[in-house]
């Protein structure tokens, strides 16, 4: 007897073979079989010709905090993902040094945070990345200096315990205090650490504006002399000038890469905004000492002035391009949805730069941006590449979310499928689908996902081609998606047309379980 199975379905196996009709049956949480089956099963599913592939794998994510208070996790579930991969841009929850997990309630090492993880019973199967910025705040704080020869040992010895721990490999936030402080040099060493454990190493680069094609430059150079595995995150390039032009030379330096036998791979996500930290558009320079030190040289007058010359100069014409998404005080309500230049005109016409500055001193790391900087023909250029899979760069999120959170958070997957896939023809279904399974699965070391035969686990995703639709858009972020009929995590029912069914059968996955 079946624990279930779903007969008369559109099998896409994940795999970029061309889909067949089938039926596929799963007992204990595993596929079991696939072909012609009769039954018996406890729950039948007649699919009706629907499609059925691997759940998605959201390669890009940042539920590390979020899985913890909303295990639920609506905004991927409900997209069609049943696994996903945190810990990217340099920034994980642990390991922490133990002094700032007192002050912070943290967790000191990986394997604390995994479990607490594990104990909230998430509805998607997690995987994590440690963070190089998380590390060197472990060791060195927000210090701008070079890492000393023992600071090094040290940021090594907490990289290999995180991947003992179950890490699946290591990523850095280079625009980021305080991974953007470390040389290239100490980064080869620190991520070195991942090599022995077959680790893989994710980088949001130094530079995705002007400077984009050095900064592909770095990563292919510091993966390579670190002998492991690069994965290029959310690929982009935020500088208009070089629209249309600077993503030809960066794919070409990836395929060149690829030739010559270096193992990259890239994730993006599918919109024209990015989203991050409002103070992202801070120089870097003034986080120093963390979060406090920069409200206090924020105060400052003199440091003040030098900083708002620096940011404006920065954002000659783009002030207008940057919305706030959240932000968390009662008074500040009113800015979500605004741009800093609408912001600054309803304050009677405030300085650009020391309008975001002020929400920053106000709303500290709350404060979140949407930012309109790339063009369609480089989202879609990059997406056409092979070694490119969607990743959504958003987080696990509730559909009562307060704010404008980026619609990535909640849409990233269907709109893959549905506006690039089906609609621009960009590439075939199948393809579409094995860029968000056996793709990213390959990636991260997961041998028991991402492809329907059996002996996998069966996160799986019934869907309807011609009615899938991202309905979350800027203006309504928070919204299921339609088409996408049931989703399972590890055999189990947890989305139903656009409803979460309160299922929690997501797993913690930790490396060493999967050689
Ligand atoms: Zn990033």
């Known amino acids: 007897m079946y624990q279930l199975l779903i007969k008369n379905a559109r099998i896409i196996d994940g795999t970029g073979s061309p889909w067949y009709y089938g039926d596929l049956a799963v007992s204990e949480g595993k596929i079991v079989a696939i072909g012609q089956i009769d039954g018996p099963a406890e ?43 945190t810990g990217n841009c340099g920034s994980s929850v642990a390991p922490e040094s133990d002094e700032t997990m007192r002050q912070r309630k943290l967790f000191t ?17 997690t995987a994590a990345l440690v963070g190089h910025g998380t590390i060197r705040d472990a060791v060195m704080g927000y210090s701008t200096s070079e890492a000393t020869a023992e600071q090094i040992e040290a940021m090594q010895k907490l990289t290999a315990q995180a991947m003992e721990d179950g890490a699946f490999g290591i990523s850095t936030g280079l625009i980021y205090p305080p991974s953007c402080y470390a040389s290239q040099e100490e980064l080869v060493q620190v991520i070195s650490a991942v090599k022995p454990y077959g680790g893989y190493y994710a980088t949001h680069m130094r530079n995705e504006n002007r400077d984009v094609v050095k900064s592909v430059k770095e990563a292919l150079d510091t993966a390579k002399a670190a002998g492991v595995k690069l994965q290029i995150s959310h690929h982009k390039v935020t500088c208009k000038a070089d629209w249309r032009v600077s993503c030809k030379t960066t794919i070409a330096m990836i395929e060149r890469a690829r030739r010559q036998g270096q193992d990259v791979t ?47 100069a920065s954002h000659l014409g783009r002030w207008g391009d940057i919305y706030v998404a959240t932000l968390k005080s009662e008074e500040n309500q009113w800015m979500i949805g605004k741009s800093i230049t609408e912001i600054a005109e309803a304050l009677g016409g405030k300085d650009y730069a020391e309008t975001c500055f002020d929400i920053v001193i106000a709303e500290k790391e709350e404060a ?32 009562d979310q307060p704010g404008k959170p980026h619609p990535r958070n909640y849409g990233t997957f269907v709109r893959v499928l549905s ?3 089906r609609d621009r023809k960009l590439f075939s279904l199948e393809t579409a689908v094995q860029k968000m399974t056996a793709l990213p699965a390959a990636r991260v070391g997961l041998g028991d996902r991402g492809v329907l035969k059996q002996g996998m686990w069966a996160d799986l995703v019934l869907f309807d081609l011609e009615s899938l639709k991202d309905d979350p858009d800027y203006k309504n972020p928070q919204q299921p998606c339609s088409g996408i009929r049931k989703v399972y995590v590890n055999g189990v029912l947890t989305a139903e047309n656009g409803v979460h069914t309160g299922a929690q059968a997501g797993m913690v996955l930790r490396r060493q379980n999967h050689k």
């Not at 991050?276 to 040289?297: C, H, K, M, Q, Y």
Request: charged letters at 25%; proline letters at 6%.
């Open 43 to 85: 729950e039948t599913v007649n699919a009706d010709g629907a499609y059925l592939s691997p759940g998605f794998i959201d390669i890009h994510s940042h539920s590390d905090r979020s899985i913890l208070s909303d295990p639920k996790a609506e905004s991927r579930i409900l997209q069609g993902v049943t696994t996903e991969v």
């Open 109 to 125: 090492t990986f394997k604390e945070y995994l479990d607490a993880v594990e104990e909230t019973r998430p509805s998607v199967n």
């Open 266 to 312: 890239c994730d993006q996500y599918p919109y024209s905004a990015s989203a991050t930290g409002l103070s992202s558009n801070i120089p870097a320079w003034a986080f120093e000492g963390g979060i406090d030190a920069l409200v206090e040289r924020l105060k400052d007058p003199v440091t003040r002035e030098k900083l708002k010359e620096e940011s404006n």
């Open 368 to 399: 979140r941006e949407v930012n309109f900087g790339m063009c369609e023909e480089d989202i879609e250029y990059i997406m056409s590449q092979p070694f490119v899979m969607p990743g959504s760069d958003g987080s696990a999120m509730p559909l």
């Open 419 to 421: 506006h690039y896939c």
